[in-house]
């Protein structure tokens, strides 16, 4: 992939977002997660589900020495028709499990309706080491007859080449 087809696949998702830039990305959508999750108290939830997320805050490239920062987007999506979810965790972490950024508050949730969704930008640092950590906690008044879809994509280029790969979720029992 050259790096203009890069950029226009880029500029395709800012355009299908409804942003004119990627600072406008940004900052729409952050205001936007930010209304939702303090509007909302979180419900008594009888049934609740921890997942762990792998994502890269950069990798290695041909050359050892050199590292590629990339950028994690985080999807969520209640793939239900009747039950609401209710997230009440997006927790990122460093290779140091340190704390780096908590995205819902401790009081706040995000509310998904059905088939309803909501995505995180965790924006390229390249203080960080490859192995990043994100930890998501859901819940429902009731048990939901579909689970929550989490799903990471880590997008970065190397040179003119971009490249994008999925991340493992798994659930976490503790």
Do not use: W
């Not at 050199?66 to 927790?91: M, W």
Request: proline content about 3%; aromatic content about 8%; hydrophobic content about 35%.
């Amino acid at each position: 992939m050259t790096k203009q087809s890069t950029l226009s696949l880029i500029l395709l998702l800012i355009i299908s977002l409804g942003c004119r830039s990627l600072e406008d990305l940004s900052d729409t959508k952050e205001q936007q997660i930010e209304d939702e999750i303090n509007k909302k108290e979180v419900p008594h939830l009888s049934f609740k589900e921890t997942y762990y997320v792998s994502a890269y805050a950069e990798i290695k490239g041909l050359e050892k020495r050199k590292r590629t920062p990339c950028i994690t987007v985080l999807n969520l999506r209640n793939p239900s028709l009747s039950d609401t979810l209710y997230f009440t965790k997006v927790d990122y972490y460093n290779s140091n499990a340190e704390l780096i950024e908590r995205h819902i508050k401790e009081e706040g949730v995000i509310e998904l309706t059905p088939l309803k969704s909501a995505e995180f930008v965790i924006e390229k640092n390249i203080n960080e080491s490859n192995g990043s950590h994100i930890i998501v906690e859901y819940g429902g008044v009731t048990p939901p007859k579909n689970k929550a879809l989490i799903e990471a994509v880590n997008i970065g280029n190397f040179s003119q080449h971009g490249f994008s790969f999925k991340s493992d979720v798994v659930q976490i029992h503790e």
